[in-house]
């Protein structure tokens, strides 16, 4: 069984919950240049599109932030091999003070996939699972991707799920083929439903399904919200009074770099009127709880 030693919480400012590796060691890129462009586009992203993971853990490590990394398996909608989930665990194993390694599994892979997430987690020390259901191309309540949910809530560790419009194919015909529709976070109520003991992080304020993602948060107790994917300045209002009231265990603090930088995001947080009791929770402390924990 591998230990995992990670950041150790007591010198990390922040944890952000969702960092992107868009970039392996041998150059291949997570997604196809089409798709990259695309997202740069939208997002308006300043600097490198897929900086290299060692360049990511040197700017959070200036930081004194930890992250959540990972990539996305698409592979079956995409036809693009996606960057391996050992490649980004031995990056976090080379920057344990910086990362905690998430793996992203595509729900198509059936059997195989639920084998892959239990070696991952035994053997590479992964703390965690991303799923985008729009890019992966199926419904989050498909009984399909059940057996991999199964799995993943007896390994102990949290669900991440992409909600809500996605940078990902916009303004390209069809979008690319990507359907928004599957990243409705109204359909994850079933799944924290049906599996009371699974973790899930609808990720991103949910455009435009805000009060959906609001409302299922607040009625499961399993079903958190991290912030990432959107200038803190944009967030809807009722996303910024449930942070500070009902939700405030259940928000966590998240860019989506390298499309929205650390520097960015906490600046514009700042200028939020968020609680002073309520900050630590959002920056780190609900992380901590979704996570277990880090040992160090």
Do not use: C
Request: net charge negative.
């Amino acid at each position: 069984m591998h230990r995992y030693r990670g950041p150790d919480p007591g010198t990390v400012d922040a944890i952000d919950f969702h960092v992107h590796a868009e970039r392996a060691d041998d150059g291949h890129e997570s997604l196809p240049a089409v798709h990259m462009a695309a997202s740069a586009k939208y997002f308006r992203t300043t600097g490198d599109r897929a900086p290299s993971i060692d360049e990511i853990a040197q700017v959070y490590r200036e930081r004194r932030l930890a992250a959540v990394l990972f990539t996305v398996d698409s592979e079956s909608v995409t036809g693009h091999p996606p960057i391996p989930n050992e490649h980004v665990a031995a990056a976090a194993a080379r920057h344990p003070d910086v990362f905690i390694p998430f793996a992203s599994i595509d729900p198509h892979r059936g059997a195989d996939g639920v084998r892959q997430a239990r070696r991952l987690v035994a053997e590479h020390g992964v703390r965690g699972f991303k799923f985008h259901p729009s890019l992966q191309g199926f419904a989050p309540d498909d009984r399909m991707a059940y057996p991999l949910y199964e799995t993943i809530a007896e390994l102990g560790v949290p669900a991440l799920f992409h909600s809500g419009q996605t940078g990902i194919g916009a303004g390209m015909p069809g979008g690319a083929g990507i359907r928004l529709g599957h990243s409705n976070p109204m359909l994850l109520d079933a799944v924290a439903a049906d599996l009371p003991e699974l973790t899930v992080v609808l990720a991103h304020p949910s455009f435009p399904w805000q009060d959906e993602a609001l409302a299922v948060a607040t009625h499961k107790a399993n079903v958190y919200i991290d912030l990432s994917g959107w200038a803190p300045k944009y967030f809807p209002p009722q996303l910024v009074t449930y942070a500070n009231g009902p939700l405030r265990h259940k928000v966590l603090f998240g860019t989506d770099y390298p499309l929205i930088s650390p520097d960015r995001w906490l600046s514009e947080f700042a200028a939020l009127p968020i609680k002073d009791e309520v900050r630590p929770l959002i920056l780190k402390h609900n992380a901590l709880r979704v996570l277990g924990g880090l040992e160090t």
